[in-house]
């Protein structure tokens, strides 16, 4: 008697472990070097993956990092909701500062930024969604695209033009501008 066989599933093992290696290869040579050194033939290397993988799945360098950066902040996590609308989006500005704090992380954003060109990046779209769903709590009496501009933009001016200043922002001034102006 023969067994049928059905065809294998593959469950991303491989492809997981080869796309923590790329994005480990990423984050470490945009630190040695910066962003806009980053190619994809460093990266394979670094990585140890055939070039043409890389190639494969983002087309470019620009696009790879830019996928990366978005990865970096998870748009799947939850935002705090203790039920304080105003508490709760001190500590989402405040985890956007704790996460760009690291300069790998600061470097993905710059990178991702670039390689977004005129177009949204990726990041900026997560934070956006993020922003809506704050905006859209009950008692919010903002939108958000005044999230953006009040909370998140002042936040990644800092990140992109003066990373050092990042420790001295309190991110609590932005979100009672935010819900004073709105009231």
Known sequence: MVAESSPRRRTGGRSAVVLMSIRKAVEELIAEHGSDAVTVPMVAERAGVNHSSIYRRWGDARTM?????????DPDRGLPDSGDLRADLTA????????YSKPVNAALLRGGAAAAGESES???RDRRAEAAAFAGRPGSTFTDDQIVDKVVAPIIYRVIFLP???SEL???RYVDDLCDRSA
Not at 65 to 73: H, Q, S
């Open 65 to 73: 990092i830019n996928d990366l950066a978005t990865y970096r902040l």
């Open 92 to 99: 989402w500005a405040q985890e956007l500062i704790t996460h």
């Open 122 to 124: 990726d990041c900026l």
């Open 164 to 166: 050092w200043t990042l």
């Open 170 to 172: 309190d991110v609590r």
